[in-house]
């Protein structure tokens, strides 16, 4: 009896985790394997009831499933607009991170200046400065005697869609990089002045390094709202997503199917770009937290 008892305590005591802490764990896991099952199921009912709506509703699947190809070759002029904007913003919100930050008293108000007139401003109007007021001013400086301005102002519709995007995310994430670097001690602007280092020689070294793993995370959130703020560029002509969508609704008296397959396009794009932030947080956040 003695050796039975003995060899069941065995592997208790080779794994050195007392009863109690097994218990507990077993409890955990066995509640996380619950709260899995049960939003799968959730999630399983949800997307059953919106599927029978729309079949209640009396959509045209079938015109849908038939425009679904031309609709999606809109993808690609949303992916580009997006993707040349955010790069165009991320270098707009490091240069105004650095002017609000300075002490240069011309730097700093002009980079205020920048993110309190863009960001008090919709991004509507802001779109229709650069495609249609634009040429204006060309055109103003042109009868000054600046000859060819007004063909220089006068922009294609997809280069004004980027620079409207750009200019006014990279307002907004001018003070995600100020406050990413603000975040850093000043500990370390210290030490590696003590290191001989200049300002510029610590920003680039030092701090700006340790302030990406701030700044990332947020600025591939602001990517996701771009791919849907995207879609106004539509209002120039160019033949993106919801474009396409829009302009075949009105022309076979069908929009709602268009709209509805324009919104769940969307929607599968920014949840794709979703699951990738997640995967980019937790390697941000691998020193500074243990992650499952």
Known sequence: MED?????????ILSGIPPEALA???????KKTRYKRNLIIAFAVLI????????????????MVKWLPFILTGIGYTLLVSFLAISLACFLAIAGALGRLSLNPVLNSIATTYVSL???????????????ALPQIGKALED????????????????AGIL?????????????VRAGIQS???????????????????????????????????VSNEFIAMIKDSSLVSLMGVWELSFRAI??????????????????????????????????????ARGDRRTS
């Open 247 to 284: 302009k075949v609704g009105r022309r076979h008296f069908q929009s709602l199917e268009m709209l509805i397959m324009a919104a769940m396009i969307y929607w599968v794009m920014c949840f794709i770009l979703q699951l990738v932030q997640e995967k980019i947080e937790a390697h941000m």
């Open 164 to 176: 409207a995007l750009g200019v006014c995310y990279g307002a907004y994430m001018t003070e995600t």
């Open 144 to 159: 000054l005697g600046l000859t060819g301005t007004q063909a220089l102002f006068t922009l294609p519709a997809i280069p």
């Open 118 to 132: 863009i960001r008090g401003t919709p991004l509507l109007v802001q779109v229709y400065m650069w495609y249609i």
């Open 184 to 218: 850093i001690k000043i500990g370390q602007v210290e030490a590696a002045k003590a290191l001989g280092m200049t300002n510029s020689q610590a920003m680039r070294r030092i701090i700006f390094p340790q302030a990406v793993r701030v700044i990332i995370p947020p």
């Open 24 to 30: 507990t764990l077993h409890g955990i896991e066995t």
């Open 48 to 63: 059953t009831f919106m599927v029978s709506t729309l079949i209640i509703i009396g959509l045209d699947f079938k015109f």
């Open 4 to 12: 039975k008892t003995t060899d069941q305590q065995t592997p208790m």
